[in-house]
T-cell receptor, first 113, second 118 residues
Framework: NAGVTQTPKFRVLKTGQSMTLLCAQD?????MYWYRQDPGMGLRLIHY???????AKGEVPDGYNVSRLKKQNFLLGLESAAPSQTSVYFCASTPEGLGYEQYFGPGTRLTVT | AQTVTQSQPEMSVQEAETVTLSCTYD???????LFWYKQPPSRQMILVIRQEAYKQQNATENRFSVNFQKAAKSFSLKISDSQLGDTAMYFC???????????????FGTGTRLTIIP
């Protein structure tokens, strides 16, 4: 059972380039989340989804887009990367309902130069 | 909006000692869950313990226990008999239990970096 996986694990982008981060979960979870982690700021929610075909903005959505075309996948896109988007990105999933543990992926370290 | 505050950016303790990490939160709601997550150097986020706000009894998981003070909006984590493997960042987190599109998300504190000294 793989749990939550993230692709890629590391990436270096130049300013203005685009990329997509892929999150996949094999636990049939309804809810999925994208966070970014920066030193001294904890985890901040970028976007989330409460089911296939749904997305919603989190705390820091600007500069990112997401899609949830399949229940098991949640994609995070950067259309025009900026140095301020240098961060570690985490995906998480949880069963439908509230109060359940969020299962996290291993993270993607993204550097924008 | 809900907020979570961890006022101790860093702590250190000798191996086998007990350490308490502080967390306070702010909400006007009465039904919610609180969590402590651990992030070791491997970067993987791991759930340590969970507390339902409607339960008066403090949650415990082996060497980990919480002191949940609902009126004071305080949720501290106590680690007993600390071990080298407890060295990690610890995050306190909060989620409402009322399902209303927009509530289904965790709010995290900024974390406490805990170092266990051999």
């Amino acid at each position: 059972n793989a749990g939550v996986t993230q692709t890629p694990k590391f990436r270096v982008l130049k300013t203005g380039q685009s990329m997509t981060l892929l999150c996949a979960q094999d636990m049939n979870h309804e809810y999925m989340y994208w966070y970014r982690q920066d030193p001294g700021m904890g985890l901040r929610l970028i976007h989330y989804s409460v089911g296939e075909g749904t997305t919603a903005k989190g705390e820091v959505p600007d500069g990112y887009n997401v899609s949830r075309l399949k229940k098991q996948n949640f994609l995070l896109g950067l259309e025009s990367a900026a140095p301020s988007q240098t961060s570690v990105y985490f995906c998480a999933s949880t069963p439908e309902g509230l109060g359940y543990e969020q299962y996290f992926g291993p993270g993607t370290r993204l550097t924008v130069t | 909006a809900q907020t979570v505050t961890q006022s101790q950016p860093e702590m250190s303790v000798q191996e086998a000692e007990t350490v308490t990490l502080s967390c306070t939160y702010d909400t006007s709601e009465s039904n919610y869950y609180l969590f402590w997550y651990k992030q070791p150097p491997s970067r993987q986020m791991i759930l340590v313990i969970r507390q339902e706000a409607y339960k008066q009894q403090n949650a415990t998981e082996n060497r980990f226990s919480v002191n949940f003070q609902k009126a004071a909006k305080s949720f501290s984590l106590k680690i007993s008999d600390s071990q080298l493997g407890d060295t990690a960042m610890y995050f306190c987190a909060f989620i409402l239990t009322i399902s209303n599109f927009g509530n289904e998300k965790l709010t995290f504190g900024t974390g406490t970096r805990l170092t266990i000294i051999p």
